[in-house]
């Protein structure tokens, strides 16, 4: 009979144990099943937050062809826009200056002279092609500091406007033979679109500071691959024929 007894409080103390036990477990993780639940719903909505990034990058600032390295002389590319301080810093001292092209006359309506600005082409110890600026003859005297015969020297932060003094060839790395014009243009189709526009036949054109030569073609790219506000301007003794030799100028307004 005690055993009896001591067997069923043995049961009882076991069962008080396992229903505590399970009191306490469901206390420190209530709800067990609704929490994997809620594990599953974040993943899912992590997963859906690690999609693929949407971005808008502008194609002139960020993507090139693939193959615009192959013909193109990108070190040209690469200095649009620098200003006089980066030019010094990239080759050196000015070692000589010229005036070049035409002046750009300003007029007001009635057709007085507003202002005109100069252009002078500044050639470096290290370099081997000149940098024309853009000056306001008004700002001549007083405002810039001057070579000893006169020729203003831009200011630092001046962003040059013409490159001048190149060929064809030193654009076009791979040009050793004569290309027509419509395959000089193919070639340099790999930068983008332009519009291209010819001398004489576009007399609009402003010549202040083009090469001189029977014929102009200019590329002019608004946009495209870092391009905005470029020109390529080849001047050539034939028609239809551009030479490796072929003056070449690059203006650049961006």
């Given at each position: 009979?005690?055993?009896r007894?001591l067997?069923?409080?043995s049961l009882?103390a076991?069962?008080t ?7 306490e477990?469901?206390?420190q993780?209530p709800?067990a099943?609704?929490s994997?639940e809620s594990?599953?719903m ?10 693929p ?5 502008p194609a ?10 192959s013909r193109?002389n990108m070190e040209l590319l690469?200095?649009?826009?620098m ?5 010094e810093e990239k080759?050196?001292s ?7 092209g035409?002046?750009y ?7 007085d002279v ?16 000149g940098y ?7 700002d001549?005297?007083?405002k810039h500091r ?6 203003p ?10 490159v ?5 060839k030193d654009?076009?790395l791979d040009?050793?033979e ?8 193919e070639?340099i189709s790999?930068?983008?679109e ?5 001398i004489?036949?576009?007399?609009s054109l402003?010549?202040s500071?083009?090469p001189?030569?029977?014929f102009?073609?200019?590329f002019?790219?608004y ?7 470029t020109s390529f301007?080849i001047?050539?003794?034939e028609?239809?024929?551009?030479t490796p030799?072929?003056v070449?100028w ?5």
């Amino acid at each position: 009979m005690l055993n009896r007894k001591l067997t069923a409080i043995s049961l009882i103390a076991a069962t008080t144990i396992g229903i505590a036990g399970c009191s306490e477990e469901n206390t420190q993780n209530p709800n067990a099943s609704d929490s994997t639940e809620s594990t599953t719903m974040v993943t899912e909505s992590e997963s859906e937050s690690e999609s693929p990034e949407i971005t808008n990058k502008p194609a002139d600032v960020t993507d090139k062809p693939a193959d615009v390295n192959s013909r193109i002389n990108m070190e040209l590319l690469s200095e649009l826009g620098m200003t006089f301080e980066e030019l010094e810093e990239k080759y050196g001292s000015v070692v000589s200056h010229e005036k070049v092209g035409d002046d750009y006359i300003v007029k007001n309506p009635s057709g007085d002279v507003i202002s005109r600005y100069a252009y002078f082409a500044y050639y470096f110890e290290n370099g081997q092609r000149g940098y024309t600026f853009s000056i306001n003859e008004a700002d001549i005297r007083g405002k810039h500091r001057t070579f000893p015969d006169g020729t203003p020297i831009p200011f630092e932060r001046d962003h040059y406007v013409t490159v001048v003094n190149l060929q064809a060839k030193d654009f076009l790395l791979d040009m050793e033979e004569p290309m027509t014009v419509e395959d000089f243009i193919e070639a340099i189709s790999q930068l983008g679109e332009h519009t291209t526009r010819r001398i004489p036949e576009d007399p609009s054109l402003d010549t202040s500071h083009l090469p001189k030569a029977p014929f102009v073609t200019s590329f002019w790219y608004y946009n495209g691959y870092h391009l905005g506000g470029t020109s390529f301007n080849i001047g050539h003794n034939e028609e239809e024929l551009i030479t490796p030799d072929s003056v070449l100028w690059i203006n650049h307004q961006g």
